[in-house]
């Protein structure tokens, strides 16, 4: 299941917190300058406070692990990447129009599988209102047209590449016929507030910490995973593909023997997987797995096409700091 309202944007950042307004009876502190326009305190600082209050966006944020001012800074190249790509959008003239918006607010719901009503009462309790939430959608949309039109439409690849990467990289096309896992669970109940879902995320990301040092994930399966495999250290046996549930297949069946998930959120709560063993059976064909190539090769290329455009408008773009 798609994990909720997760906007994925440019560098893998996602933050809702864009373009916060200073308030508007003080004199704010000017904490960056890009190309005329300004970055605030206020506006840092909200972005960095709502940051650090979800949890979800904690997880996969790389600043995570470092002190509160490497945070900050991290949070502020942000948000000026953020600003110097609305810039860009702007002098372009791309527009999302309210058709395209509803069409991806409603679309939004399908995957979540929540009313509007769900939605608004979920973006509240994260400090947004549903107004605000279209408009950062419709940055995001503005953002990616802008990278179609830029990038992605010189990207090119060929049938030699296909072939090149098929042959380089045979060990990835093996088929798994079955995978034997180990498996952590912290239940989220149905109608928990923001403060406990922090709390299992915490729980959950102390977890990882011990995995990285080595702890015997058996060991932490049993102090704290809780379902039934928690008793036989976590080991929910042999698995065959369809056997496991989506949200989980996905993962497990990618897993290199010995390897660790991220968290994983679902509807149970979150989840943490190790591949303990798997069953292999012949190379999938060169026709099968064609366009899942493609995707990867393309996906390289537009990664590192974006980030020299990007270090392209950095440099002719007037951008002061003064955090």
């Known amino acids: 299941k798609t994990q909720f309202l997760r906007l994925f944007f440019i560098h893998s950042f996602s933050i809702f917190c864009l373009n916060l307004k200073a308030a508007a009876e003080t004199i704010d502190k000017v904490v960056a300058i890009v190309s005329g326009e300004v970055i605030t305190l206020t506006e840092l600082n909200e972005a960095v406070s709502f940051l650090l209050n979800n949890t979800e966006d904690m997880t996969n944020f790389d600043g995570v692990k470092t002190d509160p001012a490497e945070i900050k800074r991290k949070v502020l190249d942000r948000l000026i990447d953020n600003k110097l790509i609305e810039q860009e959008t702007k002098k372009m003239g ?3 129009s309210e058709k395209e918006l509803d069409t991806a607010l409603e679309n939004i719901q399908k995957e979540n599988s929540m009313s509007r009503k769900e939605l608004v009462k979920k973006l509240e ?9 279209k408009e950062q959608i419709r940055q995001g949309m503005e953002k990616m047209m802008l990278v179609n039109r830029e990038i992605k439409s010189k990207v090119i690849v060929n049938e030699n590449e296909l072939k090149k990467y098929y042959t380089e990289n045979m060990d990835s096309f093996k088929m798994v016929t079955e995978v034997r896992i180990q498996h952590i669970l912290l239940p989220i109940p149905p109608n928990a507030d923001e403060a406990k879902i ?8 102390e977890l990882l910490v011990k995995l990285d040092n080595k ?15 928690a008793d036989s250290d976590g080991d929910m046996g042999w698995f065959k593909r369809g056997e496991v549930t989506p949200f989980l297949e996905k993962v497990v069946f990618g897993l290199k023997v010995g390897e660790i998930s991220d968290i994983i959120r679902s509807g149970l709560g979150v989840h943490i997987v190790k591949l303990m063993d798997r069953k292999e059976k012949g190379i999938r064909p060169f026709e099968e797995v064609k366009e899942e190539i493609r995707d990867t090769i393309y996906a390289k290329k537009v990664e590192k096409e ?6 392209g408008l950095r440099k002719r773009s007037f951008v ?4």
């Open 215 to 229: 702890e015997d994930f058996g060991k932490l399966a049993k102090m704290y995973s809780q379902e039934p495999s």
């Open 198 to 205: 922090k709390d299992v995320y915490e729980k959950a990301r």
């Open 125 to 133: 309790s994260k400090g947004l209102s549903l107004e605000k939430y």
């Open 94 to 96: 791309i527009v999302v």
């Open 306 to 311: 974006f980030k020299e455009w990007f270090e």
């Open 320 to 323: 002061k700091v003064k955090l």
